[in-house]
């Protein structure tokens, strides 16, 4: 199974090489990790380029276009059968991807899966387990409400709401 991880960063300087360690460094290894540099300004590009080379394709944008339209561009460079979506100042557990795959492999219907987030400091202690807004989503199979999901999802992705859309989770 070829898991893409789509990375969006925008002046994210001092966070995207965490967010990008942590992707190389999951227990099921991506296909590929597509890093897209949303018209950043403070180096970050180059930072990320200089320190992972080919193991990241990094893709520059000439100018801000926002986190959606980012995250959509690397959408469409991602050549894995599932894709996974890790925001720039944001960094996974090790076994995320693992974690991510047993899901599909157990259930061929699946067509989604999120999963709760820990919300730390800078300094790295929890300051929230979960979000109590999330809709249940966690493994979500063509056998569901797939239109009611669509409507919660599209809903949730263009209000910004934190209802379901999680780039990370």
Known sequence: MKISVVITVY?????????????????????EVVVVDDGSTDGSADILDSTFGDRIRLVRLAQNVGVMRATLEGLRRASGEIVCFLDGDDVWEAEKLERVARAFELDASVILVSHDLRVVDEEGNVI?????????TRAVSARGNIQGLSRLMRASVFE?????????A
């Open 11 to 31: 002046n994210l300087r001092r966070f995207a090489a965490q967010a990008v360690s942590s992707a190389l460094r999951q227990t099921l290894s991506p296909f």
């Open 128 to 136: 929230r387990e979960d979000d109590p807004f999330l809709a249940p």
């Open 160 to 168: 910004y709401g934190g209802h379901v859309w999680l780039g990370s």
